[in-house]
């Protein structure tokens, strides 16, 4: 004889676990480097001096050229720092910039003549300056706010006092 199974709540079946998807090869993912706030000025200032360097080389010391290379470094800048750094991304890209300006300012003899050109380029360059730290303080801000938002929201998913009933009440 067989047992006739008597009716009454069907049981669920038990969840599949299924594995994560695998993370994309290494050549097609971009990077996504943390610079800490020194780190992003040393990034920063680093490769705007090169820039520099190679606008004077290849450009006949073009500022314009010079000053349209500096936006997509304004915006790494602001894009790589920590989360704990941001303020510090719109403060060390003017600095970044005047490091960029020693190699494609004009002076004619010694320092007093380097040192002229370097405030002239920064007088006439300033709409690329202003530009730069313009758009690396909107990119911090945003992320700032995107930041707090999460905060807010992981906040608001835990009760007050951090205890849960099983029932799902506080």
């Known amino acids: 004889m067989r047992a006739v199974r008597q009716p009454g709540p069907q049981r669920r079946p038990a969840a599949v676990r299924r594995p994560a998807p695998a993370p994309p090869p290494a050549a097609r993912r971009l990077p996504n480097p943390r610079l800490t706030g020194l780190g992003s000025g040393l990034f920063c200032a680093l490769v705007m001096f090169l820039l520099g360097g190679l606008c ?11 000053g349209v290379l500096f936006l997509p470094v304004c915006v790494l800048t602001a894009v ?8 510090t991304a719109p403060v060390v890209v003017p600095i970044a910039f005047a490091v960029g300006l020693l190699p494609v300012a004009d002076g004619d003899g010694g320092t007093g003549g380097k040192l002229m050109g370097l405030v002239t380029a920064l007088a ?4 690329w300056l202003y530009g730069g730290t ?18 807010r929201a992981a906040a608001g998913a835990r009760p007050p006092g951090g205890r849960r009933d099983f029932a799902g009440t506080p």
């Open 56 to 66: 004077s080389v290849l450009f006949g010391a073009s500022l314009t050229a010079y």
């Open 124 to 127: 006439t360059q300033a709409g």
């Open 80 to 87: 790589w720092v920590r989360r704990g750094d941001l303020m």
């Open 134 to 151: 313009l758009i690396a303080g909107l990119i911090v801000i945003a992320r700032r706010i995107r930041l707090v938002h999460r905060r």
